[in-house]
């Protein structure tokens, strides 16, 4: 049974700073995987999609890496900035049976000003 | 612009009254899902609907019940069933299998009063 796991559950920055955010998966079957922003009390918001064959994706200042052989993907934001405080969410979505998408239970991330 | 929109945005229930959660997306989009979102437990499946006229019970469908009568509606209704229906509800669509991402509604806020 895939498995995501999501560390630091929270974390908490200086403004300007660079920073990491993990994301672990234990089957490496999967077509692809998928960050996702959450503000409190709203939806989650898209932020970058990752196919199985490819290694990276950028977004502005946001930058994904996929290690599928490992089972791990990291979302690197760069400069950090208070708007990006938010929870964020990484799901996979395996190869096989139904396809669903499996969810890690995020990481709470505050940018202090 | 192409997306989901779910409503209503705050909903209320009393007890032993069933309710109905609407999700309708442009996106031409096969398959829809429901999540159901509590803190700490991050989001779990409720139905998902691959096609129109078909769907199946996720991981929690007891006390939920869906229809897929048309490609573009999804609603759920949360029964009497349901014996702690409060929570943050997200409706998600996706092109078909494989290597598609999902989009995601801005969620139904349900409350037992």
């Known amino acids: 049974k895939q498995e995501v796991t999501q560390i630091p559950a929270a974390l908490s920055v200086p403004e300007g700073e660079n920073l990491v955010l993990n994301c672990s998966f234990t089957?490496?079957?999967?077509?692809?995987l998928q960050w996702f922003r959450q503000d409190p009390g709203k939806g989650l918001t898209s932020l970058l999609l990752?196919?199985?064959?490819?290694r990276e994706q950028t977004s502005g200042r946001l930058n994904a890496s996929l290690d599928k052989s490992s089972g791990r993907s990291t979302l690197y934001i760069a400069a950090s900035q208070p708007g990006d405080s938010a929870t964020y969410l990484c799901a996979v979505r395996p190869q096989g049976g139904s396809e669903k998408l499996v969810f890690g239970k995020g990481t709470k991330l505050t940018v202090n000003p | 612009d192409g997306g989901i929109t779910q409503s209503p945005k705050y909903l209320f229930r009393k007890e032993g009254q069933n309710v109905t959660l609407s999700c309708e997306q442009n996106?031409?989009?096969?398959?829809m899902y429901w999540y159901r979102q509590d803190p700490g437990q991050g989001l779990r499946l409720i139905y998902y609907s691959q096609i129109v006229n078909d769907f199946q019970k996720g991981d929690i469908a007891e006390g939920y019940s869906v229809s897929r009568e048309k490609k573009e509606s999804f609603p759920l209704t949360v029964t009497s069933a349901q014996k702690n229906p409060t929570a943050f509800y997200l409706c998600?669509?996706?092109?078909?299998?494989?290597?598609?991402?999902?989009?995601f509604g801005s969620g139904t806020r349900l409350t037992v009063v």
């Open positions: 089957d490496s079957a999967i077509y692809n």
């Open positions: 998600a669509s996706s092109t078909g299998t494989g290597s598609y991402g999902y989009t």
């Open positions: 990752i196919q199985s064959s490819q």
């Open positions: 996106l031409n989009h096969d398959a």
